[in-house]
Every structure is written in C-alpha cells, then in structure tokens.
C-alpha cells in the first residue's frame, strides 16, 4: 500500500512536470515506466528552454531578431489564460491545443497526496527510510571521506574556489551589501546632490533638498542609521523584516535608490545592480539570480519594468533574472486598487501572452522576457488564509473578497499559466519558464505538497522537518532547494538548527543562496560568506561544498551551454556519468554514492509493489 | 574569608604586573588602596613603553638614531639575566637595581592561588557572582537594547566598518589564507622558475627542479592539493594540524614559502607577508599582531631573524610584530641541541640583553625590537607535562633531563626575564614589551593560574569555563582574552559551545583574533570573517561587536599615539569616561553598564572585608 502511494505520488510529480516543460529527472522516470511494464524513451525527457548565453559582439538588447508577430487572440477565463488562434475561434471558445490544467484533477491529486502524507504506515515508511538515509550517509563518510579527499587533491587546477557557484535565490532589490549600499548613496550625494531626483506629490526635490527634508545629510549616514541590517529584532518578525527595506526608516530613500519607477527612472537601482554585476564578473566563478518585482496591480507594470530593463541595459553576463509575485492581493483589494483576484492574474500574466503573440508590437518587453528564466513567489508564509483550495473555492474572477487566497490557490494559478505560457513560447520557439516559489520557510506543510505538484524547484524548504513523507518525496525527485541559513537565522531559524546539513546528508539536493545579503551579510562577497558559515559550523568537507556548488549549477536557470561549460558535457545524465570531476571537483565516490542510494529506495518501491502483485 | 583571599589575589596580579611594567587597571588600585586605607596616586600607574608610530617620511628602519652602547655586563644565573654595571660589579656578584623576581615568593603566591582556586565557599561566591554577572546583562540588554541602538544611530559617519579593529593572535607563518598562498606558489613559479632556491644537503635546486622533485606542477597545484586547511580530522588532534602547515604535506615548500631562513633568506615569505600588511592597509580599519618565532635553539637566531627583517624591510603600518617561543625544549634536548633549559633560556634572552645595552653593536636587532611588542608562548597545551612546579624543581641550569618543564616553568622563568629586560628598556628609554601567552585553549586550569600572575593578557582562555574563582578574578582585573573561536572550532571545541559570548556578556574583556588564517577562513577579508561569523552564530549586537574590537584595540601592542587616534584622548580613563562613541561607535549606555557592573563588584569585596574586621 505504501509503495503504490509513493508510487502515484511520483506519477503525479511527473505529470505536472512534463504538462509545464518543467523538469523531472530521468532516473525515476525510468524506474516508474519499469514498474508500469512499460518502455522509457528517451524523448519522454522534458525540459526548460533557456535563451543561450550572449555571444561576443551580440547586444543583449539586440531587438531585431525577434519573431513575427501572429494573429492568436488571448483571454483569461476563469483565472487561467487561454490563446486562440484567432478571434473568431475566440467567440466560440474554441482554443488552441496547448497544455491547460485541469482544475478537478489538481485537486484529486492533491487530496491524494494530502491523504498520503496524513497515512499512519507512509509516514513511518518514509520516517524510517530518511533515517536509514542518514545512517548510511555516515558510515559512507567514516568510509569513503579520506578516498574522496584524495580524488579531489589529485585533480588538477580545480578547487572550491574556481568551482562555479550560482546564487540561487537573492532579492535584486537587496542584493548588494549595506556598505555597499551606504558608498553608493554618498557617492550619488557627491556628484548629485543638484539633481531634481524625487517627485514629492508634484513637489520636484534635488537630492539634497531630499536629504535636507529628512533632516539626515549623506556624510554623516553610517550602516546603523541607514539600519537596513536584520537584527536580533526581526526574529519571528517578517513584519519588522519588511521594514528593512527602507534606508534610514524613510520609504523616500527606497524609493529612490531600490525602486525602479521614480523620478528618475530607476537609473540608481540600476547602477547599483549592475555594480553587483561586475563584481560578480570579477569573481569570475560566481552567478546570481535575482528577483524582480512584478505586483500585478496594473497591467503596464511589465511595460516599465521591461522599459528599465532596456533603457538601463541592465545586463551581466553572471546574472540571470527571475520574476517574483508577492501574494498580497489582499493589500490591493483593501485599498481598491483590484476588483477581483482574477484581475490580478490578469495583469501578471496576459502581457506576457501577449509579448509572446506579438513580439514585434511589444520589443523591449520581448527583449526582457528572454533574459527572465523563471517565476517566483513571496510572501511571509507565516500568515494564515484561513481559506481552504477546493473545488468549493471561488474562481479567481469571483474572488472579489477582501480575504486572501491561500497558498496552494496562488500556486496553482501561477502554475497553470506558466504551463500555458511554456507551451505557446516552445511553440514559437522561445525559451520557457521554471516556477520556483518560495516555500516552506514558514506556514503550513501543505506549502511543499503544492509545490512538489507545481514547482521545479523551490526556495527555503525548512518545513520539509516536519513531513517525513514530503521528504522522502522531495528526496525521492530531487527537487532543488535553495536554502538560506544566515536568513533562516535572522527570521524563522537559528543557525544550529538549520536542517540544511541533514537533508544534504541525507541526499535532497541542496544549494546554498543569500536571500538578502543587504539585511544579512557583512562581507564583500555574500555567497562566499554563506558558503565559509555554513562549512565552518557544519564542518563541510571540500566535496560537501562542491556539491553543493554543482547542485546550485543544476537547479539555476543558466542555459544549456553555460552548464555544460561549467559542469562537463553530460551533466545532464544522473550519477557519475553526469560528473565531470575536472569541473565540478566532485568525488566519483561521492557521486556514485548518491546515485547508488537513490536507485536502492527507488527499487525498493518497484519490489515492494510487485510482492503486493 | 572569601573576600579576603579575592583582596589578596587581585594584590599579587597588581604586583607582578607593576613589576614587570605591564597593565593594571586603575578602578581596582584604587579600591585596594582603599581597602588598605591608602592614597591611590596617579603616578601609580605603570604602563609598558610602546614604539610610536613612524612619521611620514620617516624610515623605519633608521639606524643613526640608536643610543649610545653601554659597558653593562649581562649574566645569566639560575635561569634569569642579571645585568651589572661593569665586569668588575659581575664578578663581585652585585647587579644593577631592576626588577629581578623572587621565585620563593613567586611560589608562595602560587600556592596560594591554587588552594584559593579550590576552596569551596570562594568557588560557590565566584560561581554566584558570574550567574549574577549573567543576568544582569540579559536584564541590561533587555532593557537598553533600542537605547543603545539609537546612540549608535545618532552617531555620525562611524559604524562597525570604520571602526578600527586588531586582530590580537594571529602567526605570521599562517597571516595569509589558503587562496593567497596557492597564488603566491603559482606566480612564484611563473617568475622564478629558473632561480635557485633550494639547498637540498649542498645540492642546488631552481624552482623547477624543486617542483620536479616533488613531481608536482604549479598549475595544477588547487587548494586541495596544497592541504593547509584544517578540516575535521584536525578535531582534538593538534599534532596532525601541525603538519597542515607542510604545503602539499612538503616540508620544501614550508622551508621556502613560510621560513625566514632558507636559499632565498626568506624572500616569499616576507613578500608574503609584505602583501598582507597591505591587504590591511587598503581596507583602512584592521590591523594585525603577527607573531615571528624565536626557537631558543641557538643564540644567533635573534641576529638571522632580524636581519632577515631589516634586508627585506618587513613593515606595514597596520601590523605590530610579536616574537612567540614555542615550548620544545624537549624536542631539541632529545637531539641534543641543547645541554639544559638554562641555555634555551639565555639563546632567547641574552641576546636582546646584549642588544639594549649595546645598541650600536647591534643596529639590525635594535631597529627590530623597536618593531616589537610582546612575547608569546606556544605550543600544544594538551600535552601534559608531568612535572609541578614548586621549590623542589631544579633551576633552569640544572634542568638537563628530556622532559619538558611545566607551563608555570616556562611562564615563570619568561616572564621573569621580560620583568627585568623591561626595566632595563624603560631606563634605556627604549620600548618596554607585554608578555601575552597562548593560555588555557586546552590543558590544566593552572595554566590560566600561572597566565594571571604574569602575563599582560592572553589568547584564547577556553579553559576560563572550568574555574569559576580565575573566570571572576580575570573579570575583577579585565585581563584582555584574545579568542578565536573558528580556530577552536577546528581544533578543541565547537562553534557553539564556545565561551566566547558567555564571558563577553559577563563583562570579560574579550577580543576576536583569527589565529591562522591559512588554516581556518576562506575569505580574502579574514577577521572580518571571524567577526561576521560570530555576529551571526551569537546574534551579536552592532555595539557588541564595536566592544570587541575596542577591546581588541585597548588589548593590543598599538602605541599610546594609536590608540589615541584610534579610540580618544582618554582612553586610558577607565568608564565612559575613557570612551569617544565618535570613534569607538560603542553606546555610552554600554560603557556606563560595564563600569557599574564592574565597580558594583570590587566594591563587595571591599564591603565584605569590612564587616569582617
């Protein structure tokens, strides 16, 4: 019985995987067609485009290239977009075939999986499973760690140091460090202080008639008034948290230098970020994906978003930008600015329809949308809805209350456009989209049920402590979480406690982010602090953190050409085939290991449903 | 009874600290004064003769301006230098009038403290008074949290970044981390590789061949391969983290990267050093204390190392050099370098004897001296001696069997000799030298006994855990605590269990130090590192970490010019009197709390002893 569960619950992973061109890795693929008594074949394989990298002498924002615009019409119907292949169609409902969810099905299978992880002999199943993974990866260590040493001395020229490392979740808008942060805002004092900057109701201010107005002046700011940094205070407070934002506790300050509309277009936010940039170039081995807003209170958000992007060609080779949402439709209901729920949907994702139909009618956001490679979506997960997904749950267009949806809701109707989206854009031969939501940093575990159905992979994942069934799932396919401790340890998590050492051990796949490095970090170089923390109070091995610096390589939205350069031609294969140590300076031992463990639980479930047979 | 013998033990620090020119505070004089019902003067007050800072255009290494030599007469007798006036006064026995010790006293006072350390009422009072100590500051913080955080907020243009910090321990063999190292071999060796560097046994070796010897290639080398990084098999084992000071577990490379002596006379590994004092000097606000090795192997190892230090004119402005002597007098008796522990006594200290009382014979080892500011005394303090030190134990002269003498030996006849070299300066006008020993990171809670009665302040104290009586004394007289609890974590004990936010919230004097950066941090900015991960594992306030590195400033060798600069014009003044929050960025509440806390507690003393009279 267990087994069959486990077994559906792969099945249903694989399902909305597949549907939305996100991934699912081939090993258990393999195993779940061989319990099927079916044959596996290699084109069953799904995955993401990605915009390959830019070539020498190619412009980023080179806009002639772009396809034709066709005729498809778009509509939203009941919070999902459908696409026509023309209005005429459209008036009689009759859409193109695309991959469009099925609402009911999502909810069957959720209250399958729901039930799944409530059932008394699954969760010992996977309880006992996870610790034997645990006890196995020690003895595997007191084994093998001298020998995976050794590999990793005896092969030349790589170390921790010039192993790539992505950044696998960090905010744009707290990307850089608060020093950095502070230099820049004196800096702009300097050379500025004359410039009209700020709008104050239809009041024009000059930098300095803005510092003047909040009595402060730039010489004398330091990283305590500018008080950004997440202090013992914010513990258990994502409230105080979201407060941090605000340099000097003044909304003007963010808005001037983190935003990008103001009364100077964003150009600081943009020079900062692009500072960022380059120093990340200089580093030479790490990557960063940060997050830009989009709210979905008006449909032109993506219109000046994409207009930023390009005026300020905000571009670095070593970053690769996502898209995050934060779930605070409720703030918008109350002050009015949204109707309903589905309105919201509405602005976030028919622009992009749109862009993708006709991308010769809307250039810079075309442009913009080949450099975004994923989805995010933020909130504190601590808040309680108090709303239920069922089939009983108001669609989106009906959903005018005040009250906001609960999480799973959000997930699915983000997912589900995104599914829509990646299959028109594969169409037309453009890249595609990850959904990689925050979740489980707080909340509910039912958080990490609706992204095991929804997401490629997911950021924070904490809570995954308390379901030994979602676990063992997550363990199972190897779904990447960015994890976050410094954050963790300033907001839900002491350090210590961080689980990220036992799911590493235990084998989830697992890479290290900074989340915020401007409310967190102290030093130059954020990503490598987060790693040289979480080695030193961990006590990582070398291959430890070279794993961890390769999975972040596997989960981030790099294209296929920039993986291969960093981990070796095969990386897509699993197990030590896909290892190539001379890039990735990780034991073989360790590999095989890892992939060894695997296949033992996933066999076990296949023999376990054939002595049920 | 309990108060009396607290009286007593603060009466022997201020003696053997008056003695030998090292640092008493002024709160506590003060109250013994006036518990004896004695005047305190001013002119009380000792305080060691720092080198001041070199002016612009000034050379460091000037000779012209050496005093004249002197015909004092230097004899070493039962492990102690005598100096006397001229030959004549030598023979008849009848030394000049400096501070020369007294052992039997020194014992007596000993033993005292060892049966005070083990008495049950003062080790409830002790225990009673730290719990106390504890949660006072817990009620301070809880109170004066936002208080203190508003100061520092209002505090213009100084925060934690531009606040001046030393790093108080750390050895010059292991001041670069492991990156800087591997670059340094590599360029080395695109430069070099045709120099002869090597003297294998009178065979001559360019770079090239020593590489090929070793059947190594710089390119290939990674820091995987070089191995200097303590990881987890160092835990409890300090003889194996003594190896990972081998590059790639070669002694060749140890001999010509990290030696002062070798075929290049020390060349890399003063241009190594060379750009670490200007790593520091770009980042402004760090400085560093390394520690050079005197081996008391032969009496011309003072000539060869400073000489070493005059040719490659070893100078940063942001480091102050300190001579530690590591304690292996058995390693050499067993190879029979070495007749007795008298003569490792007189190779280390006759020769600066020699060097202050004939400065112009001795121009390369005076202009050294000038540059130093303390011993240190090292090695593994696990290793257990076997040996008490008391009446019975044979003079240093005497001492010729293979054993090793005892910590308290060694601190003993060290600081005896520093005592009496200290006077002779002082008379000379020359720089005076504090005596800073490696003290209770492992070993007997003697250690620490023996640390209070001689050394200005210490490194590491771990063991200040296990003795209540020495944790309160240590308190009583802020003795400065150097911690390093990275290295500690590589090496004795857990990051978390570290003492080191326990004894800085009871009000010790702590300060942060990185040890060995080539073994223990990852990043470019070590101390930083070292503060960043303590911020973060302990939730370190903004003012606590500004009190460390206060603390680390008033700890170190920097000149009274320095400090001045560094901390204010009074810093001398003990309170918030001593402390300028526009340099220090440490909150005025802060200071007032600790000085009330501190006066609260000698005045109990003072309190108990007068309702027992």
């Known amino acids: 019985v267990v087994c069959r569960g486990l077994y559906r619950a792969l099945c249903i992973r694989e399902k909305y995987m597949k549907k939305s061109l996100q991934r699912f890795p081939k090993t258990p693929s393999q195993f779940l067609r061989n319990i099927e008594g079916a044959v596996w074949?290699?084109?069953?394989?799904?995955?993401?485009?990605?915009?390959p990298p830019v070539k020498k002498d190619?412009?980023?924002?080179?806009?002639?290239?772009l396809p034709l615009d066709l005729t498809y019409c778009i509509r939203m119907k009941g919070g999902v977009v459908y696409v026509y292949g023309d209005t005429a169609a459209a008036s009689r409902g009759d859409p193109m075939d695309l991959s469009y969810p099925n609402l009911e099905d999502f909810l069957d299978d959720m209250n399958f999986l729901l039930a799944l992880m409530a059932q008394g002999p699954v969760k010992t199943y996977a309880h006992r499973r996870l610790k034997f993974l645990s006890s196995k990866f020690t003895v595997h260590e007191m084994l093998n760690e001298m020998e995976e040493l050794r590999e990793l001395k005896n092969n030349p020229h790589r170390d921790f140091y010039n192993c790539r490392k992505v950044d696998t979740h960090i905010h744009a808008a707290a990307c850089m460090n608060q020093k950095h942060l502070l230099r820049f805002i004196k800096k702009s004092y300097r050379v500025d202080?004359?410039?009209?900057?700020?709008?104050?109701?239809?009041?024009?201010?000059?930098?300095?008639?803005?510092?003047?107005?909040?009595?402060?002046?730039?010489?004398?700011?330091?990283?305590d008034s500018l008080d950004v940094h997440a202090g013992r205070q914010t513990f258990q407070r994502f409230d105080k948290f979201n407060d941090k934002y605000n340099p000097v506790g003044a909304s003007e300050l963010r808005d001037l230098y983190l935003k990008?509309?103001?009364?100077?277009?964003g150009e600081y936010f943009a020079t900062i970020i692009k500072e960022v940039g380059s120093d990340l170039e200089d580093a030479k081995y790490q990557y960063a994906e940060p997050r830009l807003s989009i709210y979905g209170r008006s449909p032109e958000e993506w219109a000046r978003l994409a207009s930023?992007?390009?005026?300020?060609r905000v571009y670095s080779p070593n970053m690769k930008w996502m898209i995050q949402v934060p779930r605070i439709y409720d703030v918008f209901r109350a002050k009015n600015f949204l109707p309903n729920f589905g309105k919201m949907l509405e602005n976030i994702f028919v622009p992009i329809f749109e862009a993708t139909v006709r991308p010769q009618a809307n250039k810079e956001l075309s442009?913009?949308?080949?450099?975004?490679?994923?989805?995010?979506?933020?909130?504190?997960?601590?808040?309680?809805?108090?709303?239920?997904?069922?089939?009983?749950?108001?669609?989106?267009?009906k959903w005018s209350h005040e009250k906001n949806p609960s999480y799973s809701y959000y997930l699915y109707y983000m997912y589900a456009n995104v599914a829509v989206l990646n299959s028109l854009r594969r169409e037309r031969g453009m890249n595609t989209f990850l959904f990689r939501p925050h979740c489980g940093e707080a909340g509910a575990i039912t958080h990490l049920l609706a992204a095991f159905m929804t997401a490629d992979n997911i950021s924070h994942g904490l809570n995954l402590k308390k379901s030994p069934v979602l676990q063992y799932l997550y363990f199972l396919t190897q779904i990447p979480i960015a994890m976050s401790p410094l954050s963790n340890n300033s907001l839900f998590l002491e350090y210590a406690k961080n689980p990220l050492l036992d799911l590493h051990q235990k084998g989830l796949m697992v890479s290290l982010s900074t989340?915020?490095?401007?409310?967190?970090?102290?030093?130059?170089?954020?990503?490598?602090?987060?790693?040289?923390?979480?080695?030193?109070?961990?006590?990582?091995?070398?291959?430890?953190?070279?794993?961890?610096a390769r999975n972040s390589v596997l989960q981030c939205g790099l294209s296929h050409e920039e993986k291969t350069k960093f981990l070796g031609e095969n990386y897509r294969e699993e197990g030590p085939q896909g290892n190539d140590i001379r890039k990735t300076n990780v034991a073989q031992i360790r590999m095989a290991y890892r992939y060894e463990t695997w296949c033992y639980e996933l066999n076990l479930i296949a023999e376990g449903l054939k002595t049920t047979e």
């Open 308 to 312: 930023w992007f390009n005026r300020h």
């Open 41 to 51: 074949r290699a084109d069953e394989c799904c995955a993401p485009v990605f915009t």
């Open 58 to 65: 190619e412009d980023p924002f080179q806009m002639d290239n």
């Open 260 to 265: 990008t509309e103001n009364a100077i277009d």
């Open 193 to 223: 202080a004359a410039r009209v900057v700020y709008d104050a109701k239809g009041k024009k201010l000059t930098l300095k008639q803005l510092f003047q107005q909040l009595s402060l002046h730039p010489y004398d700011l330091t990283v």
């Open 515 to 548: 989340d915020d490095p401007m409310q967190f970090h102290f030093t130059k170089e954020p990503l490598m602090e987060e790693y040289a923390i979480a080695a030193q109070v961990f006590k990582l091995s070398t291959c430890d953190m070279c794993e961890l």
């Open 367 to 397: 442009v913009f949308l080949r450099h975004i490679t994923g989805f995010d979506s933020v909130d504190d997960e601590s808040k309680h809805s108090g709303h239920m997904f069922s089939t009983k749950s108001p669609k989106p267009d």
